[in-house]
């Protein structure tokens, strides 16, 4: 079974920096897409970042100059670094895995369970 894990989630004054991590567990043997999506209280699940094994990453143009997302697909996992941070990118942020090929299952999409990001002073 697949498992997402996220971690480096907290607290931040505004402009500061975070990162968030991600490892996917598991027999994998190739994912399509990794990223990351985030909910803030009262609004939408939206996508913030997501990168494809070509290398190829499209990013919210709410968060584009401020936040670069990377994978490493030997181990599986997807960061997310984000800059210059603002109380408006306050949310729950989401890991995300697309077309995760894995044994005994494949599965079209994955997700973890999330890690708080709070951009406050």
């Known amino acids: 079974q697949v498992q997402l894990v996220e971690s480096g989630g907290g607290l931040v004054q505004p402009g500061g920096s975070l990162r968030v991590s991600c490892a996917a567990s598991?027999?994998?043997?190739?994912?399509?897409?990794m990223g990351w999506y985030r909910q803030a209280p009262g609004k939408e699940r939206e996508l913030v970042a997501l990168?494809?094994?070509?290398?190829?990453?499209d990013y919210a143009a709410s968060v584009k100059g401020r936040f670069t997302v990377s994978r490493d697909d030997a181990k599986n996992t997807v960061e997310l670094q984000m800059e210059s941070l603002k109380p408006e990118d306050t949310a729950k942020y989401y890991c995300?895995?697309?077309?995760?090929?894995?044994?005994?299952?494949?599965?079209?999409?994955?997700w973890g369970r999330g890690t708080p990001v709070t951009v406050s002073s």
């Open positions: 990168v494809t094994t070509s290398g190829r990453a």
């Open positions: 598991g027999t994998i043997f190739s994912i399509d897409a």
């Open positions: 995300y895995a697309k077309n995760v090929v894995s044994r005994p299952h494949r599965y079209l999409e994955a």
